[in-house]
């Protein structure tokens, strides 16, 4: 691929550059791949973005560089903000007040991951520090997939709800956990105070910028209306210049998006109407996202030794996450079975654990080339099967309003309809 690459560019000088036209072609060769397989399979689109990603990245496509840095960092980071913003914004506080067991059953669930992950992965003889953060990459579940998983199957309900919750929470955990980690990945010795600064910092960081962002929105609100075109550019802009300010400053852009949300939340608790402007803005960040992550991870050095390093982690990974929610199940108001669908929901891996797994290499590149070949098999792998695992587990949950089956009847948008 790389031979037709450099033949092309002799002749083909675009104005914008040459990677500008390939991510072009690619994102349109991607919603058409996306569009056919939820039309023929009834999947969600993402599992066609992400096949085409793959045989981009297999075919040796050089648009995406590893480690995540320059444009294609941020760009992840913003499109992670904006789905981390929202899922924020569904989250009132007070509901961890009147059922504090949700909050219970999302620890038990990220811990029961992180332990049984490292467990596994030391047991396999890898050493600690490649075990724990592998756990942390594992400990990180995909709002971006879920939540497009259920747009594309339209649907609601208590399951749902909670699993968008508790996947949003676990991000938090492997958010502020992974960045703090990465930046401890060459020091030996640490006092306790020093373990714990790292953490702090980028909290504090993280939830200044988050405040910034909640306050200044909500003062826009004060006299723009939500539904308006302008409201949307103006959101998007500040989640864009946070995303930026936050990783300068040694914050976290993705988790100060989270809580930005989480505080608009609680400042402006009616719900928001989220402009359709916005949505289409962000439904092309979050395809770019998907099939950069997957152009990315599949270029890993993939191997017959690391193979079953990864269907270890991913099997360990899934039976924790479903374990982990139905321990935490008692007195949270859901039933056994539920909490089995919920842990299904929550299995994808995506874009936060590929930006937690970067940190990593460019924190330690020794380090971090043992935990890459580990973890870009395992997100590729959990990118496509965690949104397939997902489909199935809202769809026997009941709360899909949309018929798994192809159809023949079109919407005035081309999509099936029901």
């Given at each position: 691929m790389n031979e037709i690459l450099s033949f092309w560019a002799q002749w083909l000088r675009p104005s914008a550059g040459l990677p500008t036209v390939?991510?072009?072609?690619?994102?349109?060769?991607?919603?058409?791949?996306?569009?056919l397989t939820q039309r023929h399979?009834?999947?969600?689109?993402?599992?066609?973005?992400?096949?085409?990603?793959t045989v981009a990245g297999l075919a040796g496509f050089s648009g995406a560089v590893w480690p995540l840095q320059g444009i294609g960092l941020f760009l992840l980071e913003l499109g992670v903000a904006l789905v981390l913003f929202e899922c924020g914004g569904r989250i009132p506080l007070?509901?961890?007040?009147?059922?504090?067991?949700?909050?219970?059953?999302?620890?038990?669930?990220?811990?029961?991951t992180y332990f049984a992950v490292y467990g596994v992965l030391v047991w396999l003889k890898l050493p600690a520090q490649v075990a724990g953060p592998l756990a942390l990459v594992a400990l990180a579940?995909?709002?971006?997939?879920?939540?497009?998983?259920?747009?594309?199957?339209?649907?609601?309900?208590?399951?749902?709800?909670?699993?968008?919750?508790?996947?949003?929470?676990?991000?938090?955990?492997?958010?502020?956990?992974?960045?703090?980690?990465?930046?401890?990945?060459n020091r030996h010795g640490l006092t306790v105070f020093e373990t714990i600064y790292p953490v702090v910092v980028v909290l504090g960081v993280s939830i200044v910028v988050?405040?910034?962002?909640?306050?200044?929105?909500?003062?826009?609100?004060?006299?723009?209306?939500?539904?308006?075109?302008?409201?949307?550019?103006?959101?998007?802009?500040?989640?864009?210049?946070?995303?930026?300010?936050?990783?300068?400053?040694?914050?976290?852009?993705?988790?100060?998006?989270?809580?930005?949300?989480?505080?608009?939340?609680?400042?402006?608790?009616?719900p928001w109407a989220w402009p359709r402007q916005l949505g289409n803005a962000s439904s092309l960040l979050t395809m770019l996202m998907f099939v950069l992550v997957s152009t990315v991870a599949a270029q890993a050095d993939w191997s017959a030794p690391v193979a079953g390093v990864v269907l270890a982690l991913i099997a360990v990974r899934l039976l924790a996450k479903v374990t982990g929610v139905a321990l935490g199940n008692v007195g949270s108001g859901a039933s056994w079975k539920q909490a089995l669908w919920m842990g299904g929901a929550m299995t994808?891996?995506?874009?936060?654990?590929?930006?937690?797994?970067?940190?990593?290499?460019?924190?330690?590149?020794?380090?971090?080339?043992?935990?890459?070949?580990?973890?870009?098999?395992?997100?590729?792998?959990?990118?496509?099967?965690?949104?397939?695992?997902?489909?199935v587990a809202i769809y026997r949950a009941g709360e899909s309003s949309k018929p798994w089956a192809p159809l023949t009847a079109r919407g005035p948008d081309g999509d099936t309809q029901p």
């Amino acid at each position: 691929m790389n031979e037709i690459l450099s033949f092309w560019a002799q002749w083909l000088r675009p104005s914008a550059g040459l990677p500008t036209v390939q991510w072009s072609l690619l994102l349109a060769v991607a919603a058409m791949a996306g569009y056919l397989t939820q039309r023929h399979t009834g999947l969600p689109k993402v599992v066609g973005y992400s096949l085409v990603g793959t045989v981009a990245g297999l075919a040796g496509f050089s648009g995406a560089v590893w480690p995540l840095q320059g444009i294609g960092l941020f760009l992840l980071e913003l499109g992670v903000a904006l789905v981390l913003f929202e899922c924020g914004g569904r989250i009132p506080l007070r509901w961890f007040r009147h059922n504090p067991m949700v909050l219970v059953q999302s620890l038990a669930e990220s811990a029961l991951t992180y332990f049984a992950v490292y467990g596994v992965l030391v047991w396999l003889k890898l050493p600690a520090q490649v075990a724990g953060p592998l756990a942390l990459v594992a400990l990180a579940a995909s709002p971006a997939v879920l939540t497009r998983v259920v747009a594309d199957t339209r649907a609601a309900g208590p399951v749902t709800d909670r699993a968008i919750v508790l996947t949003t929470l676990s991000s938090l955990y492997a958010l502020a956990l992974g960045s703090a980690r990465a930046e401890l990945a060459n020091r030996h010795g640490l006092t306790v105070f020093e373990t714990i600064y790292p953490v702090v910092v980028v909290l504090g960081v993280s939830i200044v910028v988050a405040a910034v962002l909640a306050l200044v929105l909500r003062t826009a609100l004060r006299f723009m209306s939500p539904t308006s075109e302008n409201t949307s550019m103006l959101f998007l802009t500040l989640v864009a210049a946070g995303t930026a300010v936050a990783a300068h400053m040694g914050g976290s852009a993705p988790l100060a998006a989270l809580l930005g949300g989480m505080l608009v939340k609680q400042l402006n608790p009616r719900p928001w109407a989220w402009p359709r402007q916005l949505g289409n803005a962000s439904s092309l960040l979050t395809m770019l996202m998907f099939v950069l992550v997957s152009t990315v991870a599949a270029q890993a050095d993939w191997s017959a030794p690391v193979a079953g390093v990864v269907l270890a982690l991913i099997a360990v990974r899934l039976l924790a996450k479903v374990t982990g929610v139905a321990l935490g199940n008692v007195g949270s108001g859901a039933s056994w079975k539920q909490a089995l669908w919920m842990g299904g929901a929550m299995t994808p891996m995506s874009s936060i654990a590929l930006l937690i797994a970067s940190q990593f290499v460019v924190a330690s590149p020794a380090t971090g080339r043992m935990i890459a070949g580990v973890a870009l098999p395992a997100i590729l792998l959990m990118e496509v099967l965690g949104a397939v695992i997902a489909t199935v587990a809202i769809y026997r949950a009941g709360e899909s309003s949309k018929p798994w089956a192809p159809l023949t009847a079109r919407g005035p948008d081309g999509d099936t309809q029901p």
